[in-house]
């Protein structure tokens, strides 16, 4: 091969030349003898980029995606060296009528690093990893994928971000679309971290973007960055690497009817004013298929971070109370980087470097729900929502997990931050629920999407008066772009619609839920 894959101008003269060059750019270039197909690949050769294009040995590896559901099948995909690269890359799609989508670790849901259709140029961003860090402040390449930021930051001054955990997403996606991680209640979202960045505009430029300078630019692109560049670097203020207790609690015993209680006690105590819990708490709920009578497993767990285990203990005591005895409890103080492993599911720190082995795959769909501090879940919802979890979820073939992740609560530092302060639009929040359903290939993606689909259904419809919010980076890839845009950005929309009509007028950068 060559080129490694770590999974995550001029205008057109006439409108002859531009139907041509339309038609060029949705039909595989190995079969094309035009022109229009010549002068695209001649551009990017030219700038030296030595584009993988279909018909080529490396073409069907490089242009995998996450998610197998989806066979787009690109124009053609570049690996620029540095920004003035990427920007190369820009122009020659902007003067050839291609359009362009960035690529970092490639985890898009819905593989919108391909183009969400086929046609598109995909920039590449594996080689633009360059990492340091001065003080508290981090450069990372827009290439860098979590794992690898982490290690590096631990290794050159135990320093920290709040991040998520999967070490193959790439910082790009993740925090150009909010970035939750476990620590995020004490430290905010990954883009709330972001002080500046380095992005290459539609018109080919490289920009600084900051508060100070470009600031509609850098506020869209913390939230919304696939629309409006490709963002070649970042600078992020890092913390002090803490320690931590991690915990779970599992409650095998549990039906349909104990899990509601459950859900609800769980709510209750992440929003209790009168008992707010400390930033310093990361608190989730998993529900999933597991081996107990009743087929589900239900636990609690969460890291507390500059905490005890007596401090645990007596936080966690008010909840334990109205859930009863787990069945099952776990408890481990980590240093900071075993807490990285420990949620990676990584053995050793070998399990954080990505350029060691290539990522994994999945055929899968995923959706999600944010619970608002406003709205909370009532009973009806709660319980429809685990009947069909402790009914209908043991009888599928579908792999499926329901992650709820605590966002929320008087002192999170996700709260504190303005509504407005960047993109990503769901201060609000008080817990995200990620809905995510693996298919075996005797189930229909069909069959398994309207499975998962059927659990949102479930909550939402005993719910008619509340208008939920979702979170950008579980994309569900079946809605329109106009149904995205009331569901991740509804009261942003219009804002980055402007936005994105200043910087990038002919839709350079598109996919299918682009403004």
Known sequence: MRHAYFPSGSLVVTVLAAALLSLAARVPYSSLEN???????????????????QGEAAYATDSAPFNLRFKYKPAAIVYPKDAAGVAAAVKCGAAHGVKVNARGGGHSYAAFALGGEDGHLTVSLDNLRHLSVSGDTATIGGGNHLGDVALYLWQHGKRALAHGTCPY?????????????????????????????????????????SPSRNADLFWAAMGAGA????????????????????????FANYGAKEASRGLLAWQRFASDPGRPLDAELGLQL?????????????????????????????????????????????????DWITSVLYYAGAQNLNGLNTTLAPDVHDHFYATSTFVSEHAPLGKPSADALMQYFYGLGTKTNVGWFIIFD??????????????????????????????????????????????????????????????????????????????????????????????????????????????
């Open 35 to 53: 022109r229009a197909n010549s002068t695209f690949l001649s551009c990017l050769e030219h700038a030296g980029l030595d584009p993988v294009v």
């Open 169 to 209: 997403v790439g910082i790009g996606g993740h925090a150009g679309q909010g970035g939750f991680g476990i620590p995020s209640r004490l430290w905010g979202l990954l883009a709330d971290q972001i002080t500046s960045i380095e992005l290459v505009t539609a018109s080919g430029s490289i920009l600084p973007a």
């Open 227 to 250: 629309s409006v560049g490709i963002i070649t670097q970042f600078t992020a203020a890092t913390h002090k690497a803490v320690d931590s207790v991690a915990f779970s609690y599992s």
């Open 286 to 334: 998993h529900v999933n298929p597991g081996s107990t009578p009743s087929g589900i497993s239900f636990s609690v767990s969460g890291s507390y971070y500059n905490a005890d285990i007596a401090k645990l203990n007596a936080t966690m005591a008010p909840l334990l109370t109205e859930l009863g005895r787990p069945t099952a409890t776990t408890m481990q103080t980590q």
């Open 406 to 515: 605590l966002y929320g609560g008087p002192k999170s530092a996700i709260r504190r931050r303005n509504a407005d302060f960047n993109a990503f639009d769901a201060r609000d929040a008080l817990y995200s629920i990620q809905y995510y359903g693996s298919f075996p290939s005797n189930v229909a993606d069909a069959t398994g999407i309207a499975f998962i689909q059927g659990m949102k259904g479930a909550l939402e419809r005993n719910q008619p008066h509340t208008v939920f919010k979702e979170y950008v980076n579980y994309i569900d890839s079946t809605y329109s772009a106009d149904v995205a845009h009331r569901k991740y950005y509804p009261t942003h929309t219009a804002r980055l619609t402007e936005i994105k009509n200043k910087y990038d007028p002919h839709r350079v950068f598109h996919y299918p839920q682009d403004f």
